[in-house]
């Protein structure tokens, strides 16, 4: 685990980040507070371009919890199938729809507790839509944020909470809103997992990860290979060689 950041280094890896990427956002489609926490609920183990693919039509017909809860469990299934468990998220789905309805005057709190009380929210999900949909500076930490936060030294941790809670130290106030943002899109689509693309990242030389990828790796081709003309074997049929060797038998 390589060594922690500097404030100073901190400081200036967000504003390469945020100069590389000047208006960060979500990449998952929401058309309102609820649509929001539905598609974050959704996209646990799933990526944003699936649950977008899936939630496109659903959102059409239900975008507040009453038409969610009107749909029911199993019309729900039949919009989300595709997305890895979508059993238990769309049991989830409805009970956390009603419970809005029931408890929140049909609205989204803008309350951590409350969200992380909802069938399916944990402290993740709850996070983003704070950040998201209430403006909020809190940094919910997903697989990328993960391992971008580790790898670079910016806030080791052995657990999403240590993470968190490291971030919060680290990152200046400046950048707190969009933190999370510049964070998830840098190891989504530059600090992979396999293999960072470090010959392109903005942030390389402070960043602490040892094993830097200087260029990236040449693509393996595939040669078919020929036979040449000196090792080319001509068959001959099965039957033309019986009848040869009965030819001779009976000569």
């Given at each position: 685990m390589p060594r922690k950041?500097?404030?100073?280094?901190?400081?200036?890896?967000?504003?390469?980040?945020s100069q590389s990427r000047p208006d960060p956002?979500?990449?998952?489609?929401?058309?309102?507070?609820?649509?929001?926490?539905?598609?974050v609920a959704l996209s646990a183990q799933a990526t944003d371009e699936g649950v977008n693919r899936a939630t496109g039509p659903l959102f059409k017909i239900a975008d507040t919890p009453e038409k969610m809860a009107a749909l029911g469990e199993k019309k729900l299934g039949g919009y989300i199938k595709t997305i890895g468990l979508w059993r238990n998220k769309a049991k989830n789905v409805?009970?956390?729809?009603?419970?809005?309805?029931?408890?929140?005057?049909?609205?989204?709190?803008?309350?951590?507790?409350?969200?992380?009380?909802?069938?399916?929210v944990g402290r993740k999900t709850a996070n983003v839509v704070l950040n998201v949909a209430f403006g909020e500076p809190t940094i919910a930490v997903d697989t990328h944020i993960f391992r971008v936060s580790n790898r670079t030294g910016l806030a080791p941790g052995k657990n999403p909470l240590e993470v968190e809670l490291g971030l919060e130290k680290s990152t200046p106030a400046d950048y707190?809103?969009?933190?999370?943002?510049?964070l998830i899109l840098h190891g989504r689509y530059v600090c992979k997992a396999r293999t960072p693309e470090c010959w392109r990242c903005v942030i390389t030389d402070i960043c602490g990860f040892r094993d830097k990828t200087t260029e990236p790796k040449a693509a393996k081709k595939t040669v078919k290979k020929t036979p040449t003309a000196g090792k080319l074997k001509t068959a001959t049929p099965k039957r033309k060689t019986a009848k040869r060797k009965t030819a001779r038998a009976k000569a």
């Open positions: 950041m500097t404030r100073a280094n901190a400081a200036l890896l967000y504003e390469r980040l956002t979500t990449e998952l489609h929401f058309k309102n507070p609820y649509t929001l926490l539905v598609a409805i009970a956390l729809s009603n419970m809005l309805i029931d408890e929140h005057d049909s609205a989204v709190p803008r309350d951590r507790d409350a969200l992380e009380a909802l069938p399916g707190r809103q969009h933190a999370h943002h510049w």
